[in-house]
Nanobody, 124 residues
Framework: QLQLVESGGGLVQPGGSLRLSCTAS????????IGWFRQAPGKEQEGVSC????????DYAPSVKGRFTISRDNAQNTVYLQMDSLKPEDTAVYSC?????????????????WGQGTQVTVSS
């Protein structure tokens, strides 16, 4: 069974940092492009970042570019999302997703395997 499990969410003050992890089981991420998504209450799900297989090419939503960094550790079968300079508007449930292709996308329709999500709350 293909599964993704997110961890690392929590409550952080504005300007703080968190690192989210997305760990796969039942498959190896070195053959999958991975994306991170988020959904805030009352809003549509938004693509945040993604990483390809070959050369780990990355893409970011304009709202997080320069603040978030995605990386993959194939040996740990995990993809990370380092989030710095967090803002209250970053508050959302963050989910990771995988697709058995090299290319990644910020569109949720690209992906076939999804995790359950982890809550990130940015508040003072």
């Amino acid at each position: 069974q293909l599964q993704l499990v997110e961890s690392g969410g929590g409550l952080v003050q504005p300007g703080g940092s968190l690192r989210l992890s997305c760990t796969a089981s039942g498959f190896t991420i070195d053959r999958y492009a991975i994306g991170w998504f988020r959904q805030a209450p009352g809003k549509e799900q938004e693509g945040v970042s993604c990483v390809t297989i070959i050369n780990s090419l990355v893409d970011y939503a304009p709202s997080v570019k320069g603040r978030f960094t995605i990386s993959r550790d194939n040996a740990q079968n995990t993809v990370y999302l380092q989030m710095d300079s967090l803002k209250p508007e970053d508050t959302a449930v963050y989910s990771c997703a995988a697709v058995h292709l090299n290319e990644c996308s910020l569109s949720r329709h690209w992906y076939t395997v999804w995790g359950q999500g982890t809550q990130v709350t940015v508040s003072s």
